[in-house]
C-alpha cells in the first residue's frame, strides 16, 4: 500500500487508523494516486453513486464513532449551512472520482476553509459503496478530518450528490454534447442553491 507524506507524518493513533480506512477499502492513500488516474469535474458525474440527503445524513450522524463503537458520531454541524453554503459559493473545488476495484467509488477535492480563503484548501476525501451509497470511510487533512465527518467531508458529499443529479439530467436528455457545457454548470448552480 502506498501512503503519502501526509499519512507518514500524522501522530502514531491517527496514522494506524488512517491506515486502517485504507484497508478497509483496498486502496491506496488518496494523497499519493496521481492526477492522471482521477476522472475530473464533469466526467466524474456518470461514476459518481446517487447519494441522497438521508444517505449523507446516516454517515455524518448515525456513524459509528472509531474511538467509541457504541456512540454514534452525531455531526450535526456538518449537514448546517456551511456545508452547504460551501457547494452553493464554489469553496469546494477540483473534484475528482475513481472506481475501484473493491466496489468502491473513491471521491476528493479541495476545499477552501470557509473563515480564510487565502488559506491552503483543505483536502477532504471519502470511498462511497457502488452499491447501496453508504459512505464507508471519510478523511480530511484539517485538524477535525480525523473523526471523518468535518464540514468538508459534508461538503465534498454534497457535490457528489449533485453530480450525481446532474448525470441523470444529462441522461434523461440524451448525450453530453445536446445539453451543452453551459447549460450543466447553470443545472449545478442551480440544485447547489435549492439544497
Known sequence: MSVSCYAIGLEPDAKQRYLEKLKLVNVDCPYSIS????????????????????????????????????????????????????????????????????????????????????????????????????????????AAGLGEVCNHVAGLLQVCMVSSQIHEEISCRGDRGYVGHGAIMYRAIKICKSL
Request: positive net charge.
Open 35 to 142: 492526477k492522471t488516474l482521477w476522472k475530473c469535474g464533469l466526467d466524474c458525474c456518470p461514476i459518481v453513486p446517487k447519494l441522497s440527503p438521508p444517505d449523507i445524513f446516516i454517515h455524518l450522524v448515525e456513524s459509528k464513532s472509531y474511538q467509541n463503537l457504541s456512540e454514534a458520531l452525531g455531526a450535526y454541524k456538518g449537514l448546517s449551512i456551511e456545508s452547504k453554503q460551501a457547494v452553493k459559493d464554489g469553496w469546494v473545488q477540483e473534484f475528482r472520482a475513481m472506481i475501484l476495484s473493491s466496489g468502491f467509488v473513491l471521491i476528493k477535492a479541495k476545499v477552501s476553509p470557509s473563515q480564510a480563503l487565502s488559506h491552503t484548501p483543505h483536502q477532504p476525501w471519502a470511498a462511497i459503496a457502488a452499491q447501496g451509497c453508504a459512505a464507508a470511510c471519510a478523511h480530511c487533512t484539517c
